[in-house]
């Protein structure tokens, strides 16, 4: 059984910094599409970031200069580097992954529908 479990959330100031990880028992980690999104109060899931199986990345536009994607392939592990925290980017944060043979390891959208699976959030709380 597959399973994503993420950590390192909690509460800062904005203007803070904070690392998410995401550790997961995949096999072939290597070989899939894997995204982060959050959801805030009182509002839809939304994308932040996702990694291909090839390293490369895409971001969405409220987050773009302070968030950077990475993994870690020896590990299985996903991360989130975040700078420069706002309050709206209060929220919870979930990892995701998937693997659709007919992309070869690309992520097939930046919205979060086609993901196979998700770990159980951690929370992320910005207070201005």
């Known amino acids: 059984q597959v399973q994503l479990l993420e950590s390192g959330g909690g509460s800062v100031q904005a203007g803070g910094s904070l690392r998410l990880s995401c550790v997961t028992s995949?096999?072939?980690?290597?070989?899939?599409?894997l995204g982060w999104f959050r959801q805030g109060p009182g509002k839809e899931r939304e994308a932040v970031a996702t990694?291909?199986?090839?390293?490369?990345?895409k971001y969405a536009d409220p987050v773009k200069g302070r968030f950077t994607i990475s993994k870690d392939n020896t590990e299985n592990t996903l991360y989130l580097e975040i700078n420069n925290l706002e309050p709206d980017d209060t929220a919870m944060y979930y990892c995701?992954?998937?693997?659709?043979?007919?992309?070869?390891?690309?992520?097939?959208?930046?919205?979060?529908?086609?993901?196979?699976?998700w770990g159980p959030g951690t929370q992320v709380t910005v207070s201005s």
């Open positions: 995701a992954a998937e693997y659709n043979v007919l992309y070869g390891g690309r992520c097939v959208s930046f919205s979060g529908g086609t993901f196979d699976y």
């Open positions: 990694i291909d199986s090839y390293g490369g990345t």
């Open positions: 995949v096999d072939n980690f290597s070989n899939y599409c």
